[in-house]
């Protein structure tokens, strides 16, 4: 009788979520991808969603795409590259979509970036790190901030440069991300001729780092470089505050991954002042574009329903941007063929809630948009205090930046 | 009499089998039936190359990740190497796996049960580490690969794998076959029951053992040489992710270990319920209905779905009583 009751209240739920008759002469228009919504990207994966639901539910209420209804397919990836080739081959040849969002992260697209070459479809990537660099796609936009592979590096090392550092130390996780990171800062260091004093990889899932930072300690270096995933970030973080780094380091941070995620970022309070890290969005006066605001304040309330990153600055607006790009390639070309759409996104520069974005040959940012941000007066334990601007002064890029670096590290920390 | 009767039904439906996968390569032009069905075939491969050694003898192998990796990463080495061919590829593979099943096998020699179980899951540990540090193929942060050219008469790399994987999996399956039905499994159901008994009354255990790891090992890591170039990327994760030693052990235990065809089953049960799951409910709620079907099997159907099907199996299947 319950199942009975449970699924007549289920069928109910279906019949009315397919009532709306707005757009009822036309089939919708559907976009397919796959999202990790379980396993470890699953964190990122379901707040970057959420901000590509809050766009579609935007565009339905505007009157749509071409006055036809937008239509989300979404398969969990499980986080892992192994799912994701047949989830593509069913969104397109079963469900038939008409264009195609990247999951998030790297991983789980890099085994569909062939498929949609040989195919010749638009892909939109959703903060994957250089993998189309040697697919070499002509249909791929990202939607990250990342830009040129080497100006992550060099902007941090840009600001050590001007504290005055001379020498650097790398700690870096044993782990995909982490290492295309400390590749690039190996390379820039070269070219800038910055001595690597110290150049650690750690195993993932360390969780003691004193013996760690004990040794970076004794190399004595300006700069500190860490490539960090987010449970070994907090470890890393608790070992220099129990052990400290010393008043020669300049600067400390650069590629800590966690540091920008509501439940690390309130854990770890106290502990992240003065550390210089990337991030991607933050709530400072120069990040306010036309549509931000009301995208936050629509976020802020469905993210307690939906679970997910209370703040959601790193992945989410992204999403909606991605969602904003194709609007305006779909609308201007009045059509959904995927090549008038990639002239368009390749040829223009377009307004999104995250800023203007205009793309490189390689479908990646032509300038780099990636912000690195220094901690200030954090408290224990509270998430609202992350909402105000002042917690996370912009140093770069030039355009954005809300303050200057406070050196040496140690100094920043008080 | 019948053992030849059923010998000539069970090549007669491998033959069938392969034909009716190549003719499906031919007509199909919807690609999606080959992605999804290549994983289904590499889990049966997987699933009866396990139960060689985990069914038969005894010896519950959880290094089968392993192994799996150990056969993309073979691949990926050759070709990144020499640009070698997909057949040469899976010989490689092959022949690496047994080398590896040999290691396994002398582990056997001090390691029953549960610690035998635990020195597995830390043979795959200690070779993922390896091949994270291994920059040639790409080290952690994985390596993206382009696929040759497709060879007549496929007209996709796709189908082709698929028609591979297929041909893969029917040789663990007749591998598994003859083992069964052999002196070597005779044997190895012996030293399942009751090792030292079986050694006792001259069962030769040790050697034996060596053969069922060898070849299982081969058999996995032969599975797992197309991944590679099915998934055209390789990352240590993917490739030595836990899922493939889970459901391998999953998918023989709901088959049921005592006949080949118990594996089979339980591999294309799992398999398609996995990949169907994957594009329908597609959340949580998947691998909360995995977990309960694993569940079910263990409380309702502990022999598997031959212990269900044939009564008769009972008695055989699944080791001591």
């Known amino acids: ?358 793309f490189a040959a390689d479908g990646e940012r032509k300038e780099t948009a990636t912000l690195q941000a220094q901690f200030r007066g954090v408290k224990d334990k509270d998430i609202e205090q992350f909402r105000s601007p002042g917690k996370q002064v912009i140093l770069f890029p030039e355009k954005l930046k809300t303050g200057e670096l406070i050196s040496p590290f140690e100094a920043a920390r008080k | 009499m019948t053992g030849h009767r059923n010998s000539i039904i069970f090549w007669g439906g491998v033959a069938v089998f392969l034909v009716a996968v190549l003719t499906m390569t031919q007509i199909v032009r919807n690609e999606y039936p080959f992605f999804a069905g290549y994983v289904i075939l590499q889990f049966i491969a997987l699933a009866v190359a396990w139960s060689i050694l985990g069914g038969y003898a005894g010896y519950v192998n959880f290094g089968t990740n392993a192994f799996f990796g150990v056969g993309v990463y073979t691949a990926v080495a050759l070709f990144k190497a020499t640009g070698a061919p997909l057949v040469v590829q899976i010989a490689a593979a092959a022949v690496v796996g047994m080398t590896l099943g040999f290691g396994v096998g002398l582990l056997t020699l001090r390691m029953r049960g549960i610690f035998f179980s635990i020195a597995t899951i830390a043979l795959a540990i200690i070779i993922e580490t390896f091949v994270m540090n291994w920059r040639f193929v790409g080290g952690a942060a994985g390596i993206q690969i382009q696929r040759p050219p497709v060879m007549a008469p496929f007209d996709s790399y796709v189908k082709m794998l698929f028609f591979v994987q297929a041909i893969l999996a029917v040789t663990a399956i007749s591998i598994a076959r003859y083992i069964q039905n052999s002196k070597v499994g005779r044997g190895l159901q012996a030293l399942r029951d009751d090792e030292l008994a079986a050694e006792c009354t001259g069962v030769p255990t040790l050697k034996l053992k060596l053969i069922a790891c060898m070849i299982s090992g081969a058999l996995i890591s032969a599975a797992g040489a197309p991944a590679a170039m099915y998934l055209q990327y390789a990352d240590p994760f993917s ?65 598997g779905i031959i212990g269900l099907l044939r009564p008769r199996y009972r008695l055989r299947a699944g080791g001591k009583p």
């Open chain 1, 1 to 358: 009788m319950k199942r009975r009751t449970f699924l007549g209240g289920a069928m109910a739920v279906a019949v009315v979520g397919h009532g709306s008759s707005a757009f009822a002469q036309q089939p919708p228009i559907k976009i397919g991808m796959s999202m990790p919504q379980t396993g470890g990207l699953a964190g990122g994966g379901k707040a970057s969603l959420l901000g590509i639901e809050i766009w579609r539910d935007d565009v339905n209420a505007k009157g749509g795409l071409l006055g036809r209804k937008v239509e989300l397919v979404v398969y969990d990836d499980k986080s892992s590259a192994s799912e994701t080739p047949a989830i593509y081959a069913k969104l397109v040849d079963v469900d038939k979509v008409d264009l195609l969002f990247a999951p998030y992260a790297t991983v789980p697209t890099a085994p569909i970036m062939p498929f949609v070459k040989q195919r010749g479809l638009l892909l939109m990537g959703n903060f994957s790190f250089q993998v189309n660099s040697k697919v070499g796609h002509d249909m791929w936009f990202n939607n990250a901030p990342w830009g040129p592979a080497d100006s992550w590096a060099a902007s941090f090392l840009d600001l050590a440069q001007k504290a005055g550092g001379k020498n650097m130390a790398l700690l870096t996780a044993d782990q995909e991300f982490a290492q295309n990171l400390a590749l690039t800062a190996r390379d820039v260091a070269k070219k800038r001729n910055i001595p690597v004093v110290f150049d650690q990889v750690y195993p993932p899932n360390t969780v003691e780092f004193s013996s760690i930072i004990r040794a970076l300690n004794a190399a004595k270096p300006d700069i500190v470089y860490v490539a960090s995933y987010p449970p070994d970030s907090a470890g890393i973080l608790r070992a220099v505050n129990e052990i400290g780094v010393g008043d020669n380091v300049k600067i400390f941070g650069g590629g800590m991954v966690g540091l920008q995620f509501a439940a690390v970022m309130s854990n770890l309070g106290s502990l992240l002042n003065g550390v210089v890290n990337y991030n991607t969005w933050l709530p400072e006066k120069s990040m306010y574009f036309e549509g931000t605001k009301e995208f936050f304040d629509k976020y802020t309330k469905r993210a307690i329903e939906a679970k997910v990153d209370p703040l959601g600055y790193y992945l989410a607006p992204f999403g909606y941007a991605m969602g904003q790009m194709i609007e305006a390639a779909v609308n201007s070309t009045k059509s959904l063929d995927q090549k008038g759409i990639a002239k368009y996104l390749r040829e223009n520069e377009h307004k999104t809630i995250v800023g203007p974005i205009a």
């Open chain 2, 239 to 303: 490739a030595f992710n836990l899922t493939y030693s889970v459901s391998a052990l999953a998918m023989a235990l709901i088959g049921g270990t005592a006949h080949w065809i118990g594996p089979v089953l339980g591999a294309i049960l799992l398999g398609s319920t996995q990949q169907f799951l994957a594009v329908t409910i597609s959340s949580e709620v998947n691998v909360l209905v995995l977990g309960i079907m694993l569940v079910l099997f263990v409380v309702g159907a502990p022999k």
